[in-house]
């Protein structure tokens, strides 16, 4: 028996690790690199064993032959959701300052608003959005503002559309901003609930963005960060285009700290710190 089996419930071969970075690829776009093997195991094994399967092998076949919850469930473990409320403050700066002053002037006519927060997580980056929106366009009280939430995985959608978090996630966020806009939550002790007023700016959706696109936009804002890191340049570029796909020349798009657009589309210009414009 080899040392790997001898110490775990399951091994994990060499085969069945690239399969399954093949089925993590296809079905999600992520581009598992050989680092990541054992975050695999860790994170898969607890399936297998729940499934009452035998080997990874199995585990295998059973994606294969493609069962939606399977695949859900795979997406789910797979996906890393490291997230926290105004993480890369100064984008939310902006936000407030300078991209929806200019939207607000650029859209008086039409009074309209769309925002999308793409791999949005347990939902803190698109509560985040709404409490700008709030606070810096208290008086369009009559606009049309709707801000578009999506994540593949299914659970932290959950808790997302749920709004409810412990006290400890607001790390960070001034007192008075928190105690505005949540409230502490009914029956869950030192759990506090995001204001109706949040709620009802954004709408939850489940979505793979590998898969086809419902929306039709055109989206004034987009918010893609610590996403695309995952993938690989072609994803990146096919994805891109896309988004451009849904904006019009000048619309925003903001993507995490430790990305960037070069080599992946010519789509967007730099115009301040991981911040983008679409071009003409």
Known sequence: MSTQSAEREFELTEAEFNRLRELVHEHTGIALSDSKRELVYGRLARRVRKLGLATF?????????????????????????????????????????????????????ARRLRLWSAGCSTGEEPYSIAIVLREALAQLRNW???LLATDIDSNVLATAADGVYRADRFQGVPAERMKH?????????????????????????QLNLLDPWAMKGPFD?????????????TTQRELF?????LQEPGAWLFIGHSENLYNVTHRYKLVSRTIYRRVE
């Open 57 to 109: 092998a199995d585990y295998c076949a059973l994606v294969e032959r493609g069962h939606p919850e399977e695949l859900q469930e795979l997406a789910n473990a797979i996906t890393t959701n490291l997230t926290s409320f105004f993480r890369e403050n100064h984008h939310f700066e902006e936000l407030a300052t300078t991209v929806l002053p200019q939207l607000e002037r650029k859209r008086a006519a």
């Open 144 to 146: 049309d503002v709707k």
């Open 181 to 205: 806009w949540f409230a502490p939550a009914t029956g869950r002790p030192a759990h506090f609930a995001a204001a109706a007023e949040l709620k009802a700016l954004i709408t939850f959706k």
């Open 221 to 233: 804002v987009i918010f893609c960060r610590n996403v695309v890191i995952y993938f690989n340049k």
């Open 241 to 245: 285009d896309r988004m451009a796909e």
